[in-house]
Structures are given as structure tokens and as C-alpha cells.
């Protein structure tokens, strides 16, 4: 930028951080990674979690003993949080590693919740990525999605993102939405509202996670390490105590300025096309009715209809259920 465009734009800063209120917009992908010590602290698994990269990575891992996690310092009212994540290679059946944003310790009975859950495989079988929301307490309410990955997650790092502002959610794999979650009307107080921290948790799912229970964690193969990095907690933090955020309208606003792109919004399409194989929204059996707040894309739900899959939530071309469904799983 020349010298002209410089001031030019620092006139403009300068008028609009004092009165016009139009954020500018921000660049998810060059938002500032912070190291584990300075957005971070460990919540459980004493040995099982270890820095790396000077503390800019960290470890966490499953054996015998445990598992491990961490959470942000801060709660956070909306933002942008990202992490790079290794998935355990090899055997890893019944294996959990959750990175998500909630409030559970804080409000225990109307608790709000933003998960990506990877879900563990036997050998030569992918791990399934889950996406969930909770809002205000609707545990008896999961609105799961469940993908299959177009990449090996054991075999690099890959960016996981959630974008939270008062309007709406996305999920991003790889900068990538995969998932937008408005506000509605039809959602109502069960669109995440309150303060949360952000997650990091590796743990035995062993009755659950795989085949509905049917493989579990088989500690010969321990330990299982999940890689984390380039962690992204850019966000309105709150005070502690009186849950007031510390951001100003402006800041506040930016998370309202992300929108999807016409382009990103193909993609989005494109990808949920061929690897979306489960929606609560088609889930007939849990929700006899779909859900007041789905409103598929008819091209994503042809893939979803005829051959008794339209019941059970899972895609057609996997013909017959391959797992229980996720309403299961979250009962256990
Ligand atoms: C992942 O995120 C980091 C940090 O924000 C960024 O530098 C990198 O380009 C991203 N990688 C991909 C594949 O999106
Ligand atoms: C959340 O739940 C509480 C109690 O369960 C209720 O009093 C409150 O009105 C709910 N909030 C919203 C925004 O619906």
C-alpha cells in the first residue's frame, strides 16, 4: 500500500474506531496462533499431556492410566477458535478426541455446547467426524452431523474451526465450512448464547464410539496421542464472575460480519454432498418430524431418500446402518 493509501486508511480507522461501528473484515485465515501457556491451561491427565514446539503444540494422549484435556483461560462470548489437529494413527477403535466450545462447569442445567468429536476406527477404517450443538440445556435434543473425511486426519495436521457470533455458527474443516447454524426463530433460546470456554479432550468411548461399542480401546496399541497446533482463540472474553464481555460493539460486530461466500457456500454444498453420512435432520426414527430449524438443500437430501436410510438419518449408498444411531450412542 502507498504512503497515500495508508493514511488513507488510518483516517478511516480513526473515524470508525470512534464512531461509524462497521467492522472490517476479518481474515480468519491470518488471525494470530497463540502458544499453549498463553491461551491455555491443562484440565485433566497429569503426565498424558506434553508441550512441544517450544509450547507452541501440545500432546495429549489416552493409555491405561487416562486420558487428557485442556481448556482456554478465558470464557468467550462468540469468536473464532481453531486448532491444527493429528489424529492417532493405526488401531484406535474407541478412541474419542473432542475439541469444542461449552459452559457445562459454569451452567449446569441449561449448559450450551459446540462439539467436533472424532470418532476412532478399527484398523484400515477412517475416523468419522461429528459435529453437534447444544443450546441452553437441550441435551435430549443432539442435532448431530456426522462426515466422512476426504483426507487421512492421522496422516497430517488439519485446521478444525468454529465460528461463533450472535447470528450464526459455522464449522470449517481446512478453512472450509461444512456446517452453518443460524439463528432462528424455530431454534429459539437453543441457539448458543452464554459465554463458553474451548475444549480439548482425549478419552475412552470404548462403549459408544465405535460400531455402537462393538470395538473397544485396546490399550495393547497405547499410547494414543492427539496432536494439537496453530491454536486460534480469537474471541470476546468475558469476566469470570460477572459474565460481562470485555469487547466493544465493534469488536463484537466482526463475528457478525463472517458470512459464506457464494463460492465457499459451493463448496460447502459440494463437500456435504458426497460426505455428510448422517443428519439428525433426516433421522426419522429420533424426530418423527424434522426439526423446526431444517431446511436441507434438496440436492443433499436426494442422497438421503428412498431405501429405508430416510428413517434412520444415514445416506443411501451406505445401504444398511452400519452403526447405531447417535441418539444411542449419546443415551449410554
Ligand atoms: C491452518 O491454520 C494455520 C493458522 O491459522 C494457517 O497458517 C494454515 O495455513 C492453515 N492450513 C490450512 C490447510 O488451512
Ligand atoms: C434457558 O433455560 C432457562 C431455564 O432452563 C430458562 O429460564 C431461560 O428462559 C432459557 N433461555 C432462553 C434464551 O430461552
Known amino acids: 500500500m502507498g504512503h497515500r493509501g495508508w493514511l488513507f486508511s488510518s483516517i478511516i480507522f480513526f473515524i470508525c474506531s470512534s464512531s461509524c461501528g462497521i467492522p472490517a473484515p476479518i481474515n480468519l485465515q491470518s488471525l494470530k496462533t497463540v502458544s499453549f501457556d498463553e491461551g491455555c491451561t491443562q484440565l485433566f491427565g497429569d503426565g498424558n499431556l506434553m508441550l512441544i514446539r517450544d509450547g507452541k503444540a501440545v500432546h495429549i494422549s489416552l493409555d491405561e492410566r487416562t486420558g487428557a484435556g485442556f481448556a482456554s ?121 452464554k459465554p463458553m470456554s474451548l475444549y480439548a479432550t482425549i478419552w475412552d468411548g470404548s462403549t459408544w464410539a465405535t460400531a ?8 495393547k496399541y497405547a499410547p494414543y496421542v492427539a496432536e494439537f497446533a496453530d491454536l486460534v482463540l480469537h474471541g470476546c472474553a468475558v469476566d469470570p464472575i460477572e459474565h460481562l464481555s470485555t469487547c466493544r460493539q465493534r469488536e463484537a460486530g466482526l463475528y457478525d460480519s463472517v458470512g459464506i461466500s457464494p ?55 451406505h445401504g444398511k446402518r452400519r452403526h447405531r444411531s447417535p441418539a444411542a450412542d449419546a443415551a449410554l
Open 73 to 193: 483461560q478465558d470464557l468467550y462470548l462468540h469468536g473464532f477458535f481453531s486448532a491444527s489437529i493429528k489424529l492417532p494413527s493405526d488401531y484406535a477403535a474407541g478412541v474419542v478426541v473432542a475439541f469444542y466450545m461449552s459452559n457445562g462447569d459454569v451452567f449446569e442445567k441449561n449448559h450450551d455446547e459446540l462439539d467436533f468429536e472424532f470418532l476412532g476406527n478399527i484398523r484400515g477404517r477412517e475416523w468419522r467426524v461429528q459435529t453437534n450443538v447444544y443450546g441452553n440445556g437441550s441435551t435430549g435434543h443432539g442435532r448431530e452431523e456426522r462426515y466422512g473425511l476426504w483426507f487421512d486426519p492421522t496422516d497430517d495436521f488439519h485446521n478444525y474451526s468454529i465460528l461463533w457470533s450472535h447470528s450464526r455458527i459455522i464449522f470449517y474443516i481446512d478453512d472450509i465450512p461444512i456446517r452453518e447454524v443460524g439463528r432462528s426463530e424455530a431454534m429459539g433460546g437453543e441457539f448458543p448464547s
Open 212 to 219: 455402537g461399542g462393538r470395538y473397544k480401546v485396546n490399550y
Open 263 to 317: 463460492e465457499q457456500r459451493s463448496l460447502m454444498q459440494k463437500l456435504r454432498r458426497k460426505h455428510l453420512t448422517y443428519s439428525y435432520c433426516y433421522d426419522r426414527q429420533r424426530y418423527p418430524a424434522a426439526p423446526p430449524e431444517c431446511s436441507p438443500d434438496a440436492s443433499e437430501a436426494v442422497e438421503f431418500e428412498g431405501a429405508g436410510s430416510w428413517r434412520s438419518g444415514y445416506r443411501r449408498r
